[in-house]
């Protein structure tokens, strides 16, 4: 397959990319199997072991009611993953179907969808969201749907351009020649063209898609405790950080920051494998 | 000057359409917003002829459509309704509290300047050295900490540890006194009326959350500018410059970096906006009194007028802040023509 040996071919000239890769593979292998592997209820409090430093037994400690970080680290892995992919992938489909038919049709069409498209970029995205799951109501679900719309601008202009492009080009003219409908030759001929840009612009937003979600859960919106997540973790942690519990917080920031890290390099390398076989 | 006021005029016109899209959402939002407002603010054992009432006065017994003509027509007055929190008009809360975000938002922007724009220089200059692979790593990690983590390790490593930074609860220190208000900018009173112990105190205090914002802002700044110092080095004009022998600080930093500022410009703005929304986060992990935590606290209360007038109020500024980067497109290049 054309794609295996570009990337196989990339990811010979470029080692860091492909150890993110790999890294990525293994955390995503980690939200399957993970609570297989660990020896601890994420759940199970011990209030006689409470604010432990991290030992042998424990190796990220212990927080205020005695519940074992790592085990709760692992375990927030899998909802973290469904989170970003689940609302990275609603953006994708929602904003290719926008951008798509904006910018082969053209005209009033398109120029009502870049009006919602402008109407979600004029609020800072963070505050959307955070209404948006305000005004839904508390939950996973809903984080999902938040996260989606607001990344939706993103993955509708990407394809919004890309279709403009292409509209006149001759592949297209030969399509419908050979006696293909609009729609046929949209989503046939047309969109494949744009899924390229698309993988970069989904490896750039998911580790963006990842913070906000976060950062969502941190303010006290969506998952409640005691579910172990990311940023509910760092958030319950936050306290402990001025009287110098320290690994309460730490250990699932830093997870958080490892993912969103290995996500962003992956994406830079994967632009610049695209932008060097686009440009031979 | 008439050419540039007519831009102005223009540019506002043309941001209408999506103030109203605006307007639209944040008053659709809100009203979805679980929990009824008249029971919670009816007291503790409400009647439910209180609760009518109630629900009469805030005109929610009123169908969506009538709602929102009225509150559209409160817009028009500059009426946003009052906080059922603070029993305060929206618009006197927002902008008592906005001189905060502000000072803390645009300390980060400087901040995030000061970094970035270095390190971006730098690494465009010398393509592919260690500074530039420097320049990459640090701009794609500041990419990936969510600013709420920041925010906390600085707390630890220079209030916890060092003992250098005072505790992240507010502007000042608790028995300080504020200097008297002219302008909200805790530093600036301290200024002009001489407090230099209030001044160190809030600059103390303003330190590390605006620095737990840089950081969220360094890595779209840092990539702009090196891809736009790129660009800009590789053209004619400044062939041309080397050929005739220029100093190198000249053509460094007063043809090329002047050409491309235009896409850094751009980009703080966007950058800008990210901020505020960043703010709402950093102000909760700092206790900092602006509008964002304004906004977290009237959200927690479905506070519906509260709510809309800081969306409101931030959505307008944006659209502001994009027109003013126009104007100064103007100004840093010269080949843009205002209203031409």
């Known amino acids: 397959m054309a794609l295996a040996a570009a990337l196989h071919d990339g990811f010979r000239r470029d080692p860091l990319t492909a150890i993110t890769a790999g890294f990525i593979v293994a955390i995503c292998g980690l939200a399957l199997i993970g609570p297989w592997l660990t020896l601890h209820d994420p759940l199970a409090t011990d209030s006689a072991n409470a604010l432990r430093l991290p030992s042998w037994h424990s190796p990220c400690g212990t927080d205020q009611v005695g519940r074992d970080i790592c085990a709760r680290i692992v375990y927030a892995t899998r909802l973290d993953l469904f989170i970003a992919t689940s609302a990275v992938a609603l953006a994708i489909v929602v904003g290719s179907a926008l951008g798509s038919v904006a910018g082969f049709f053209g005209g009033w069409v398109d120029r009502i969808a870049m009006w919602v498209v402008d109407t979600i970029m004029a609020f800072p995205l963070f505050v959307l969201a955070m209404g948006i799951v305000a005004a839904l109501g508390s939950s996973v679900e809903n984080i999902v749907y938040a996260t989606a719309i607001v990344n939706v601008p993103f993955y509708a202009r990407t394809v919004r351009a890309e279709i403009n492009q292409r509209r006149e080009a001759g592949f297209v003219e030969a399509a419908r020649v050979s006696g293909n409908g609009s729609l046929r030759v949209l989503a046939y001929h047309l969109f494949p063209t744009t899924v390229p840009q698309l993988a970069v612009q989904m490896t750039l937003t998911m580790g963006w898609a990842m913070l906000n979600a976060a950062a969502l859960s941190y303010i006290g919106l969506g998952i409640r405790p005691p579910t172990p997540e990311w940023g509910i973790m760092v958030a319950e942690g936050a306290g402990f950080i001025i009287t110098g519990e320290w690994w309460v917080a730490l250990f699932p920031g830093l997870a958080l920051v490892l993912v969103v890290l290995s996500l962003n390099l992956l994406g830079d390398g994967l632009r610049d494998m695209i932008d060097a076989r686009e440009r031979r | ?340």
């Not at chain 2, 006021?5 to 899209?21: A, D, E, Q, S």
């Not at chain 2, 410059?241 to 410009?265: C, E, F, I, Q």
Request: charged share 15%.
């Open chain 2, 1 to 340: 000057m008439a050419p540039l006021l007519w831009t102005i005029l223009r540019r506002l016109v043309l941001g209408l359409p999506t103030l109203f899209g605006v307007v639209v959402v944040s008053f659709s939002l809100t009203r979805l917003l679980p929990g009824d407002p008249a029971v919670y603010f009816a007291g503790a054992a409400p009647t439910p002829e209180a609760i009518a009432d109630l629900r009469r006065t805030l005109l929610l017994d009123r169908p969506l459509p009538q709602q929102f003509a009225a509150y559209l027509g409160d817009l028009l007055h500059g009426d946003l309704g009052r906080s059922l929190v603070t029993g305060q008009p929206v618009l006197q809360d927002l902008s008592t509290r906005f001189p905060a975000t502000l000072e803390l938002t645009l300390t980060a922007i400087a901040l995030a300047l000061l970094i970035a724009i270095p390190l971006g220089v730098a690494g465009a200059m010398r393509k592919r050295s260690g500074i530039d692979h420097i320049a990459r790593m640090v701009s794609t990690t500041a990419l990936s900490m969510p600013s709420f983590f920041t925010g906390l390790l600085l707390v630890f490593v220079f209030y916890y540890l060092l003992g250098v930074a005072p505790a992240p609860l507010g502007r000042l220190a608790p028995m300080g006194f504020p200097p008297p208000e002219h302008t909200g900018f805790m530093i600036v009173d301290a200024i002009l009326s001489r407090d230099w112990a209030a001044c160190r105190d809030a600059a103390a205090h303003l330190v590390l959350p605006a620095l737990a914002l840089a950081i969220a802002a360094v890595g779209p700044l840092t990539r702009v500018t090196r891809s736009a110092m790129l660009a800009v080095l590789s053209s004619d004009f400044i062939r041309a410059a080397r050929a005739y022998d220029l100093p190198r600080w000249k053509l460094v930093y007063a043809y090329a970096l002047r050409n491309a500022m235009l896409p850094v410009l751009t980009t703080a703005g966007v950058v800008f906006s990210f901020l505020i929304s960043a703010n709402v986060v950093v102000e909760k992990v700092f206790s900092w009194p602006g509008i964002g935590s304004y906004a977290l606290e009237a959200l927690v209360a479905s506070d519906y007028a509260a709510v809309q007038g800081f969306v409101l109020a931030v959505a307008t500024l944006y659209v502001l802040i994009n027109i003013a980067i126009d104007i100064l497109y103007g100004i840093v290049d010269v080949r843009v023509r205002l209203g031409g």
